[in-house]
T-cell receptor
Framework: GAGVSQSPRYKVAKRGQDVALRCDPI?????LFWYQQALGQGPEFLTY????????KSGLPSDRFFAERPEGSVSTLKIQRTQQEDSAVYLC????????????FGPGTRLTVL | DAKTTQPNSMESNEEEPVHLPCNHS???????IHWYRQLPSQGPEYVIH???SNVNNRMASLAIAEDRKSSTLILHRATLRDAAVYYC?????????????FGPGTRLSVLP
């Protein structure tokens, strides 16, 4: 079956622009996670959804970062007024539930802020 | 969040076994040991996980020390496709506030 998909795969933004990154999780997966991965580092947790509810946003680095999952399936990560330090790969993962051990990751969106 | 320590990099020859170590001296009794790997330009993928006993699956084996303060991921016959960054993560699925904490991982190079 289809895995987790993300779009766009690559995004170049000028500093100050707003961007929106999309995640299509595996159908039926209750849990959805967003991670940020800087070059040469491991992924870092940003936020977690259970269905449409955002239950944990402790990893969001600033109030310029906003995520939503209004119908409990597709999720969008929005970054307002992008800064150069926002340049990273943004990964989405889904799982059957938070109590499940296996997360399925998408290929990521590489964001470059000029 | 409990921490893990892994070597930055390792090398292996193709078709030879690879033992990837992970230290987790502060592991709690309810933390599962997870391994994920990340191939170039891809998201991480699940490899294996365990709690106390050694585990085997089609991809790898996980050997867990008796005191659970360390573990080893074993790839029985490395292939070129196994070249990736391997992450060892501690995670308690029943701890609602806990999230995956990826360190820098071990970059495995496989030589032909």
């Amino acid at each position: 079956g289809a895995g987790v998909s993300q779009s766009p795969r690559y995004k170049v933004a000028k500093r100050g622009q707003d961007v929106a990154l999309r995640c299509d999780p595996i159908s039926g997966h209750v849990s959805l996670f967003w991670y940020q991965q800087a070059l040469g580092q491991g992924p870092e947790f940003l936020t977690y959804f259970q269905n449409e509810a955002q239950l944990d946003k402790s990893g969001l680095p600033s109030d310029r970062f906003f995520a939503e999952r209004p119908e409990g399936s597709v999720s969008t990560l929005k970054i307002q007024r992008t800064q150069q330090e926002d340049s990273a790969v943004y990964l989405c993962a889904s799982s059957l539930g938070r109590s499940y051990n296996e997360q399925f990751f998408g290929p990521g969106t590489r964001l470059t802020v000029l | 969040d409990a921490k893990t320590t892994q070597p930055n990099s390792m090398e292996s020859n193709e078709e030879e076994p690879v033992h990837l170590p992970c230290n987790h001296s502060t592991i709690s009794g309810t933390d599962y040991i997870h391994w994920y790997r990340q191939l170039p330009s891809q998201g991480p993928e699940y490899v294996i996980h365990g709690l106390t006993s050694n585990v085997n699956n089609r991809m790898a084996s996980l050997a867990i020390a008796e005191d659970r303060k360390s573990s080893t991921l074993i790839l029985h016959r490395a292939t070129l496709r196994d070249a990736a960054v391997y992450y060892c993560i501690l995670y308690n699925p029943d701890n609602y506030g806990q999230n995956f904490v990826f360190g820098p991982g071990t970059r495995l190079s496989v030589l032909p």
